[in-house]
């Protein structure tokens, strides 16, 4: 499923991305036939993979992240990048702004951190800023780098880094990035409540800013302090309250990126020209273009040269393989499917959560939902091995993931003694439960066009749901489209019951930013104050204690798992194709800088 927002302070050097695909209407029989496979093994390319069973995929990867081209480059080449999309890209081009990935997937191009992360996501000072942390952990304090301009030539400077602070705690702030860890910041919720007009805790002077956190914090490191500027000089014109929808984000935006942009067809692509005064020096391509590709023409793009890099799905993985003039690049992201309950509402007045929908509200009803599917069969079957079961919210990849937890794997004979036991019966013979009160009871189902399985995978569920006999029925009785769906799911439309859709996780493994009351991104509405409290103590001082921080995650988990406020389904492979003319695209950690081609026409 395609993953609607990167809910992470700081994406590192390459945003794990997500692919968004049209979904095709699959013959029922194709459903059926999941329901009798069974193996303990991942199958990838018709070889055993028993590995992907276990949780701790982060051990293993079938694919290179990186192209094996060893020919010389050539100067000031020209790439063709697909952004594989079924709908337009929104265009709003800000780090502090946006909210779907595919903008993301722009703005890697032209606009970065000022901070890069190692293999263990964590800052280094290999970036265009170094850092420093005080003894007291409270305070980080930055450096910009000599020759780190914008593309207009100005200098970026501390009040650049301090003037994304003041947008995003601005109380007219049209984003989603004022989240527990930035109104952690000294003095930020003075500023937030319009009391003062500066924020405290941060200190400029010139290219250095320090930024004071009322405690000590281990997420600072690891992407819980903000580190995009925006360049105050050119937005100063523009009220903070607009900056979404003005010119200047969404026609000609500015970075300090290794490319700059040329031109814009708002939704269709973008043009890229090299920043020849890029911090890390002038790089090795001269200009790229970006498109949006459907995503049922993506591999036949690929194959006749039409693109030289494509993410692509695991149902056009076999269509790919077979290319002669592309590598498979590919690793276990951080991205994860769920299965999600709508337990109450957002309130945008308060900005905090109320859990106050009882239709949903039963545990036994939940976990019945959870056991009844077999995620397993759907991972093998449907994705071909790309994706394999969840156990938990936290990723498979990351240190803080809990793998003791088996998850809900398939027991169909368990859901249905769960239901009983609730009072969901049957009490008419017709084969499907009423409520607790012997009425008639439909569970309205939203799930979006996605990759080519969508409609499958939606069916296959409501299927094995009706198997123990919920009647669970599609919202509208189709699928949405992409940007619909969410808005539908953020607005807490009342006629989702339960929706399926994924995160694309972050590596900083604090997860209050799609779990903490006070998040709107917490699209469950779930509120638990043992959560809360576990949450915090993830962020303590104590937490600078790797296997405390570890152990209180553990314990998150369990409750999540416990409780059910969502069903994690499946851990999945990012997958992209590159033509044999790139040089040195890493896939995971992409540095566009150093990538190159080697021919001037594509491999056909």
């Not at 400077?157 to 527990?180: H, Q």
């Not at 790229?288 to 056009?316: F, H, R």
């Not at 071909?384 to 803080?400: C, D, E, M, Q």
Request: charged residues 25%.
């Amino acid at each position: 499923m395609p993953e609607r927002k990167e809910v992470t302070k700081n994406s590192k050097r390459k945003k794990e991305g997500r692919m968004s695909y049209k979904g095709l209407c699959m013959l029922i029989v194709s459903v059926l036939s999941l329901t009798a496979f069974n193996t303990n093994h991942t199958i990838v390319d018709g070889k055993k993979h028993g590995i992907l069973n276990n949780t701790n995929a982060n051990t293993t990867n079938l694919f290179t992240t990186v192209t094996t081209n060893s020919k010389p480059a050539i100067k000031n080449g020209h790439l063709n990048y697909g952004l594989s999309s079924d709908t337009p890209f929104t265009g709003i081009l800000s780090h502090l702004l946006y909210t779907g990935n595919p903008d993301s997937l722009i703005l890697q191009f032209f606009d970065e951190s000022l901070l890069q992360s190692d293999e263990n996501y964590t800052f280094n000072n290999e970036g265009a800023a170094t850092y420093e942390m005080s003894d007291d952990n409270k305070t980080i304090t930055l450096t910009i780098k000599d020759h780190v301009k914008w593309h207009d030539g100005a200098p970026v400077t501390g009040s650049d880094l301090e003037y994304a602070f003041l947008v995003i705690g601005n109380p007219d702030y049209t984003g989603v990035r004022y989240d527990k860890q930035m109104q952690m910041v000294k003095g930020m919720e003075e500023y937030h409540k319009g009391k003062v007009d500066y924020i405290s805790g941060i200190k400029v002077d010139g290219k250095k800013i320090s930024i004071t956190f009322k405690e000590a914090n281990p997420s600072i490191l690891t992407g819980g302090v903000w580190t995009y500027p925006m360049h105050k000089e050119y937005l100063k014109d523009v009220a903070i309250g607009d900056l979404e929808s003005s010119d200047k984000i969404r026609k000609t935006p500015i970075g300090f990126g290794p490319f700059q942009v040329k031109k814009i067809i708002p939704g269709e692509a973008v043009e890229f020209v090299s920043n020849d005064e890029y911090w890390q020096g002038k790089p090795q391509l001269g200009s790229i273009s970006l498109k949006v590709i459907n995503p049922d023409l993506a591999v036949k793009a690929i194959e006749t040269g039409e693109l030289d890099i494509v993410e692509i799905s695991a149902d056009q993985y076999d269509q790919a393989k077979n290319l002669q003039n592309i590598e498979t690049l590919g690793y276990v992201g951080f991205a994860y499917s769920y299965i999600g309950f709508k337990l109450g509402h957002f309130d945008p007045i308060s900005k905090t959560t109320k859990m106050d929908n009882p239709k949903m509200a039963n545990i036994n009803l939940r976990q019945a939902l959870a056991y009844a599917i077999d995620n397993k069969a759907v991972g093998e079957k449907i994705y071909k091995g790309l994706r394999f079961p969840a156990n938990t919210v936290i990723p498979a990849i990351s240190h803080y993931h809990n793998s003791k937890i088996k998850g809900y794997s398939f027991n169909q004979q368990k859901s249905k003694r769960l239901l009983d036991d609730a009072g969901y019966i049957d009490t008419d013979g017709d084969g499907i439960r009423e409520d607790l009160k012997g009425k008639k009871f439909t569970i309205y189902f939203a799930s979006m066009n996605g990759d080519a399985n969508s409609e499958l995978l939606a069916q296959y569920y409501i299927q094995q749901w009706g198997d123990i006999g919920l009647d669970v029925q599609l919202v509208d009785g189709r699928l949405q489209e992409f940007n619909s769906f969410y808005d539908m799911v953020a607005l807490d439309d009342p006629k989702i019951d339960i929706f399926q859709a994924a995160w694309q996780a972050g590596s900083d493994p604090d997860p209050s930013g799609i779990w903490d009351k006070n998040s709107d991104y917490n699209y469950t509405r779930w509120v638990n104050q043992t959560s809360q409290d576990l949450l915090a103590k993830g962020l303590s001082p104590k937490a600078f204690d790797k296997k405390y921080r570890k152990e209180v995650y553990d314990e998150w988990q369990q409750l999540v798992h416990d409780e059910v406020p969502m069903i994690p389904t499946l851990f999945r492979y990012n997958l992209a194709v590159a033509n044999l003319r790139i040089k040195d695209f890493d896939y995971k950690f992409t540095d566009w800088s150093k990538v190159a081609v080697t021919a001037e026409d594509a491999v056909r």
